[in-house]
Each structure stands twice: as structure tokens, then as C-alpha cells.
């Protein structure tokens, strides 16, 4: 097996990093000064290496760093495989897994709102890997003012030594700012903010929520919703079905934030929707699993909020409310583990201390008493004819 170099190559600014992983393809990404072509080196360990040449995808705007992609398909499921990235400057040695097709369980780390919290975002991102986790998913503001260094030392830098392992689904969030940036360090699938992807019984949507503050986004907005549609259509057999987003649709907290409960949320209702993970509201906040008549009837959304990798988080009370079950004002992170009808999620402090733990439970597809019981009516959190459109 291949023993990870200490360091990446000093040309290499930014990873490598993992994205956009299946049961047999996986991109492995990286950034670095320059615009030479590079060589990647992959296989599963006793098995003869396959070499491919990777030439720079595009040039990072406003500096003199290139962005490199190589897409390596035809792997073997749920495998773990070595990999050694050549370039100019050294080498460097990592490895990943690709996706188990039909696993019994599997796990899974969510977190958002790093900002310039760079130590706390070192220390979290440290105690992910004694999660076994397949992947992480962060719901945005990797930044504070959205251009490249930014991301390279408020986000890359600070979990570099887990990227290069740990697959890496990212959302934009508001302080992602025009998302020009955004768009030049990752690989987004099809090019869009907005994106799905699936393990075992579980399928996984990563929206953007920021379209509302840029008139120009209006008709992105749009087409997110009809996309959003019929991606929950097309995933009606999923068992479970989990919607990242930056902006809350509910919040106790100071801002109120109601992303979607106007438009997008009755959707993600009639979809099937089982959990929403955002961010935003710095801290932790999570409600009771809710039910709209005639929308969800029997199949509540639990929301929560996790907005604790590094962003200030202030003394501010949150509001009282019968919805309310847990709430913390600490530095945080979820791993979330799934054995078929039954998803735990654990919300872990920054010295993993446990700060909230919850079931959900299904049986042949439908909740069991112990989420139903829990569960409100959605129209009672609020006057719905007050709230701000998505579509701005």
C-alpha cells in the first residue's frame, strides 16, 4: 500500500482533493502554480499502476495557478485505491475509495460556515476520519468574500490532509459572493451550483440558495426548481433523501432565515424529502420533524442547522418555540451514519463532545411511531403569505 507523502509538491497550491465519486469513477483534483502537464498514477495495491497525463482544465483567474481534473472511471467498487501525482515540482501519494454499491451501512460527515476560523477548521476536519466516513458535504460560506486565496487558505490549507482522501461535496453559500471562484476550484457536476449523487439507499441534493441576492441568478433560480423536481421524481425509490442547502428555511436565531418555505420547501415536501443539513445561522439548531396537510402527510422533514466550523459564533438567544428540540452555541460537525431504515446523526463539539444525537427510523418505507409522534404541523411555525420567494 502506498504511505502518503508528508507533504504535497511545492508547485501544488492547492490538494489534491477528491470529488464527485461513484462506485467506479472518482476525480482527483488539484491546483497549482504554472500550466505544465502533469502525470497521475492509480491502482489497487499489488496490481500494476495505471498512468495518465493531465493537462490543466483552466486557468485560475486573477493569479498565475492552473486547475487540474484528471476523471478516473472504470474502478472497482467499494475499493480502496492508491494513487501518486506527478507533477514538475515532486510527487505526492494518497489514496481513495470508491463507493461500496450496495452497502449495509455507511456514514457520512456534514458541516458548514468555516469562514476565516482557520484553526477550528484544522481541528474539526482532524477528527473526521475516526468516523469512517465515505465522504464530507459542506453547505458553504468557505470563504468571507468569496475570490481564490480565500479558498485556498480559509478552506483547502486548513484539511489538507484529509481531502486527499475524504471526497469533498461542496455548497455555495452567500459569502461565496458572485460564485466565479467557486466555479474555477471545484468540479461541479454539469457545470451547475445545484447537483444529486447516491449511495446505496440514500440519495443526496445540494442546492443553492443564494440566487435571491443577484438579480442575474433569477432564471438559475428557475431552473434549479424545475431540476430539483424532477430529480426527486427520478429518486422516488430512494429509502432515504437528504437536501443540503446554505440558508435555512427556518431559524430561531437573529436573521429569521426562511429560504424556500414558500416555493422550494412544499417541492422538497411532495418529493419525499426526509432531512434538510444547512448552515448560515452559526451554531446548531435543530427542529422537530414536520408535517404540511396535503403535502407530507405521514413523511415529516426533520431541518437542521449546523453552522459551526470556524464563523463567529455570538451569545445571541434563540427564539422559544414548541418546534425547537435542541440548540448549542458551539463549533460543531455531524456524522451521520445510515443501516438501511434507520439513520443516526451524532452533532459533535470541536472536542467531540456529544452536543445532540437523533433517530430516524422507517419501517418497509414509512416512519415508525417514535418520528410521528414527534411531529408538527408546518403551517403552525409561521404565516407562509409573509416569507421571501427564493426566486427574489
Known sequence: MTTPSPTPPPDVR????????????????????????????????????????VSP?????????SFYAARLTGLQPGTRHDYTLSTPGGEYSSYFRTFPEDPASFSFIYYGDNKSGHDMHRKLGRLFDQHAPWFAMH?????????????????FDPVRDVIDHLPFFPGRGNHEGDGKAYRQVFCLPGGETWYSFDLGGAHFVVLDTTGWRHAWEKDDVRRMYDWLEA???????????????????YDLGWRKDDWGRKDFLPLMRRGGVDLTFSGHAHGYQRLRPMIAAGENDGHPITHVISAGAGAAIGERTLDESPFLVCQARRFNYVPVTIEGGRLTARVLS???????????????????????DQALPAEDYGDPDSLRSAFG
Open 57 to 65: 482544465l483552466r486557468p485560475i483567474e486573477e493569479s498565475s495557478d
Open 14 to 53: 492547492v490538494g489534491p482533493f477528491l470529488q464527485n465519486p461513484s462506485t467506479t469513477d472518482m476525480t482527483v483534483a488539484w491546483i497549482r502554480s504554472g500550466s505544465e502537464e502533469c502525470s497521475l498514477r492509480y491502482g489497487i495495491d499489488g496490481r500494476a499502476p495505471t498512468s495518465v497525463k
Open 139 to 155: 453547505s458553504g460560506d468557505m470563504t468571507d468574500h468569496g475570490g481564490y486565496e480565500e479558498y485556498r487558505t480559509f478552506l
Open 350 to 372: 470541536d472536542e467531540d463532545e456529544l452536543l445532540d444525537e437523533f433517530v430516524l427510523e422507517k419501517h418497509g418505507g414509512s416512519y415508525a411511531p417514535s418520528v410521528l
Open 231 to 249: 430529480d426527486l421524481a427520478a429518486a422516488a425509490r430512494a429509502t432515504w433523501k437528504i437536501v443540503m442547502h446554505h440558508e435555512p428555511s
